[in-house]
C-alpha cells in the first residue's frame, strides 16, 4: 500500500524523520508514537503535502513527486481540525466535495447519499453542519474523504472529542470501510484501544525513526495469557526449578513472566517456591495489552 525508502525530513538541525524505511501492507493499519515522534510528518509526506528532504515515498505504486495528481485521485483525507463550513448543510457540503474532485452534479449527489446513508446521517443530512453535534461533525469529515472513493483513506485521529457512543459508532464505521467499499485504511492516533479495536496491524514511531511493525494479533496474543510473579530473595534458585519444568521465563525488570497453561502452572510455582526458598509476594495471571507493548517501546 505505501512503501518509504530511505526517507528524511529535516527542519534545520532536527530531523523528524530520521532515514525511515517501510512498507505498510493493504487493509488496516495504524501509526503510533508519541508528540515529536514523526508519524505526523510521515503521513503528511505521503499525502504530497510534505516534500522530504531526501528518500522516497510511493502509495499504491505512485511515486508521489512525480505523479502528485494522479495519486491524489486515489487517497482520501480526515483532517484531525475542525475545517467544515458550519454555513453548509452536509449534503451540500458533499456533493461541493464531490465536483471538487471531478464527478458530475449527478454523480456527486448519488455518492453523497450513498456515503450518509452508510454512516448512517438520517435527516441531520439536511441540516447546516454548523448545528451538528461533535460525532456528526466527525461523520461529515470522514464522509468528504470517502466522496470519490479512494482507493486508501488517511484518519488523522478520528474518534479526537467524542463521547463514548460517538466513539464506539466511529469505530464501528472505520471498521465496515474496507468490507464495504475495499477502502484501505491508515488510521493515526494516539489513542491505543482504538488501534487494537480497528487496526490489523501497527507502527510505532519514536524519534523519527520506526521501533515496531507487527501484526495487531500477534503482540496481543503473543503474551495474551501468563502469570506475573515477584518473590523475595535471589531469583537464581527460583528459576532454576522452574526450568526443571521446562518452564520458559522472562523478567522485565519489575517481574518474572511465566507462560499460563492451565491451573498447574500456579502449582509449579508454588513448588518453586518451597524448592527454592523463596517467599511469593505476588503470582497474579493478567494479559498484555497495546498500552504494555506501546511503553515498553517509547520509554
Not at 147 to 153: F, G, K, R, S
Not at 160 to 182: K, Q, W
Amino acid at each position: 500500500m505505501i512503501k518509504a525508502t530511505n526517507v528524511v525530513k529535516q527542519y534545520g538541525n532536527l530531523k523528524a524523520l530520521d532515514d525511515f524505511s517501510i512498507e505498510i501492507p493493504a487493509g488496516k493499519v495504524g501509526i503510533l508514537g508519541p508528540n515529536g515522534a514523526g508519524k505526523s510528518t510521515f503521513v503528511k509526506i505521503a499525502l504530497g503535502l510534505l516534500t522530504p528532504t531526501s528518500g522516497e515515498i510511493t502509495v499504491l505504486g505512485e511515486t508521489l513527486t512525480k505523479n502528485t495528481t494522479e495519486i491524489r485521485r486515489k487517497i482520501g483525507y480526515m483532517p484531525e481540525h475542525d475545517c467544515i463550513p458550519n454555513e453548509m448543510t452536509g449534503v451540500g457540503f458533499l456533493i461541493e466535495m464531490g465536483m471538487v474532485s471531478g464527478m458530475s452534479v449527478a454523480g456527486a449527489t448519488e455518492r453523497t447519499h450513498e456515503i450518509l446513508g452508510h454512516l448512517r446521517m438520517g435527516e441531520e443530512k439536511y441540516r447546516l453542519i454548523g448545528e451538528y453535534s461533535g460525532g456528526m461533525r466527525q461523520k461529515i469529515k470522514l464522509a468528504q474523504g470517502l466522496i470519490h472513493a479512494p482507493e486508501v483513506i488517511f484518519l488523522d485521529e478520528p474518534t479526537s472529542g467524542l463521547d463514548p457512543n460517538a466513539r464506539r459508532e466511529m469505530l464501528e464505521t472505520i471498521n465496515g470501510l474496507t468490507d464495504v467499499s475495499n477502502t484501505k485504511v491508515l488510521l493515526s492516533t494516539h489513542i491505543l484501544q482504538d488501534v487494537e479495536t480497528v487496526c490489523d496491524s501497527v507502527i510505532i514511531v519514536k524519534d523519527g525513526k520506526l521501533q515496531m511493525q507487527e501484526d495487531v494479533k500477534a503482540i496481543v496474543g503473543e503474551k495474551s495469557n501468563f502469570v506475573r510473579v515477584r518473590i523475595g530473595g535471589g531469583s537464581e534458585n527460583f528459576i532454576s526449578e522452574l526450568k526443571k519444568k521446562k518452564i520458559t521465563i522472562e523478567d522485565d525488570g519489575r517481574a518474572l513472566i511465566i507462560p499460563y497453561v492451565d491451573n498447574s502452572t500456579y502449582d509449579d510455582i508454588i513448588d518453586a517456591s518451597v524448592k527454592s526458598k523463596c517467599s511469593l509476594y505476588e503470582m497474579e495471571r493478567t494479559s498484555q495489552s497495546m498500552d504494555s507493548v506501546y511503553q515498553e517501546i517509547v520509554e
